[in-house]
């Protein structure tokens, strides 16, 4: 088979889909829309099934000027942009500003897609590391890219897989060394705890940088499938020029849509997985764990001399976690109550603490 060279031996990235009860593996919400919330993406879906016969708005205007008002800090439609989740999102960022002959960085252990955008459009991808608490040691971040002077800088913020979330001073430090584009990816921003900036702060100082957010996780939309991305209009008009005409369907503009509108009923759920998450966090360190600091709705936790036996022993009590991250640690994302509570049980069994 004539396929490029670079693929060949390589797989489809992603964690297994097993039907297990419960299912804390992909950090997704826990809660599906509210019935009421339910009927109104029903709704304004079948409000555009007569018209599927014609191509969806190619600017998703109304769900940009959507977008640009749920995020706030001054922003328009002309400074917001949408995809198919932050994923495609991003590989649109490095299909404008990455490519062949250009060079991505970013600080590991972080988000395991990147370097398979990079792959995928064929940027030359770098990979710094994170200092021992999974911060970015922002010396030798500046050092990296003095020495590698990359396209594109990726700073996530909460990080996957370990939570932790970028010190502000660090992420200006990088804005002002980095020759090209800063993107700071905020698929977690609203699960981060009180006093936890945004990068959306500095969209206005620093016309490279682009901050993507998603709707996976917070509004409960994973399966609806809507990344955005915000930043300066003529970084927005750049994606415009890689992505596919119609790339965006009239199903998805109108559900994602419809979910915005109840963006506060959302994010109050999102208050219950902040509280779920810092007790998650406060058990596992009172059963002996060691657990790293996080933003998000997941935790990182460790240190297993063996971790895959106690993911597999997990799995076997019905609780599918996220064998990732560095060695010797395990990821777990915030369930409801209930399987929070499963969880906690099967790892006692399994770890016997
Ligand atoms: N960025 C990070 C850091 C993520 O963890 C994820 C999903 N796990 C994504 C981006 C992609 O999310 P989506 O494509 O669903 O928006």
Redesign the pocket.
Same mark, same amino acid.
């Given at each position: 088979m004539p396929l490029r060279d670079e693929l060949r031996h390589e797989v489809p990235y992603g964690a297994p889909q097993l039907d297990v009860p419960v299912q804390l593996n992909? /950090?997704e919400n826990p809660y599906g829309p509210s019935a009421e919330t339910a009927r109104d993406i029903a709704d304004a879906v079948h409000a555009v099934a007569t018209s599927l016969n014609r191509y969806p708005d190619r600017e998703a205007t109304v769900l940009r000027t959507a977008l640009a008002d749920y995020l706030g800090h001054g922003l328009g439609p002309d400074r917001v942009w949408a995809a198919n989740? !932050? /994923?495609?999102v =991003?590989q649109q960022i490095l299909q404008a500003f990455g490519g062949p002959g250009r060079t991505a960085l970013s600080f590991a252990p972080t *988000?395991s =897609?990147y370097p398979e955008y990079a792959r995928n459009t064929h940027t030359r991808w770098v990979s710094g590391r994170r200092d021992d608490d999974f911060g970015i040691d922002v010396g030798a971040a500046l050092d990296l890219i003095a020495d590698e002077q990359p396209d594109v800088v990726v700073l &996530?913020s909460p990080n /996957?897989p370990t939570g932790t979330a970028l010190d502000p001073a660090h992420a200006r430090d990088v804005l002002e060394a980095a020759p090209g584009v800063v993107v700071v990816?905020e $698929? *977690?921003a609203e699960f981060r705890r009180a006093g936890t900036p945004t990068a959306l702060e500095l969209l206005d100082e620093f016309p490279r940088l682009l901050v993507t957010r &998603?709707m !996976?996780k917070a509004f409960a939309l $994973?399966g609806g499938?809507l990344?955005y991305v915000a930043g300066h209009a003529a970084m927005i008009d750049a994606l415009r020029i890689v992505r596919l005409p119609y790339h965006l369907s009239a199903v998805t503009q109108a559900a994602a849509t419809a979910a915005l509108a109840h963006a506060d009923e959302l994010l109050a759920r999102v208050d219950d997985l902040r509280r779920g998450r810092d007790e998650l966090a406060a058990r596992l360190t009172a059963g002996g764990f060691t657990v790293a600091e996080s933003d998000a709705n997941f935790v990182l936790f460790g240190r297993f001399d063996d971790r895959h036996a106690v993911w597999q022993g997990l799995l076997d009590r019905g609780v599918l976690i996220r064998e990732t991250g560095p060695d010797g640690w395990l990821r777990v994302s915030v369930g409801t109550p209930t399987e929070m509570d499963a969880f906690h049980r099967a790892l006692e069994e399994v770890t016997q603490r």
């Open positions: 992909v /950090n989740g !932050s /994923n495609e =991003m *988000y =897609m &996530t /996957n990816d $698929a *977690y &998603t !996976s $994973a499938r990344g």
